[in-house]
């Protein structure tokens, strides 16, 4: 790619992702300024390794999506770092409430799996969609396919297989 194309293609990547990095970022941090920076800094560090985006690896959202991941770990970080005031916690409130899941590593993780769904057999993704997300017994999605139990828990194990190598690929890292 030539320059002008390459500048074209982040253009066209900044419109299509921005304003959902920029969410993601606002929701993980609560800060609108440092949503804003966390943006900005992930189209400059993509535009800098533009070199190292690989399609056959993963989507250009994806790669984004894995750079302001990074971005905003890297702020949360420096944030907690920094001596904060400390809130009295309102009445009949929990005083140590749980921490809740990351919810930017939810994203990121939906998004890849996602993505490595798209990268197996239809037989298997169907199992696994059926059997793991919709928690469907497999004796009913056998039923409803009209093959027996075994052969259906044999596309689980060996869509399961080739899942865990799509998740590699799309950049997935326990």
Known sequence: MRGGEEESA?????AAHGAELFRLALRALGDRGLAEEIVQDTFVRAWKSRQ?????????RTWLFSIARNLIVDAARARSSRPQAVKRPAEGRDRNPVLAED????????MQIEEA??????EHRRVIVEVCYRGRPYAEVARELGVPVGTLRS????????LRLALEEVGYSP
Do not use: H, N, Q
């Open 155 to 162: 596309r689980m194990y060996y869509g399961l297989k080739s």
């Open 103 to 110: 919810p930017t590593e939810r994203v990121l993780l939906s």
């Open 117 to 122: 769904l798209g990268r197996i057999g239809s």
């Open 52 to 60: 190292s985006f690989d399609a056959e690896r993963g989507s250009r």
């Open 10 to 14: 982040l253009r066209a990547a900044y």
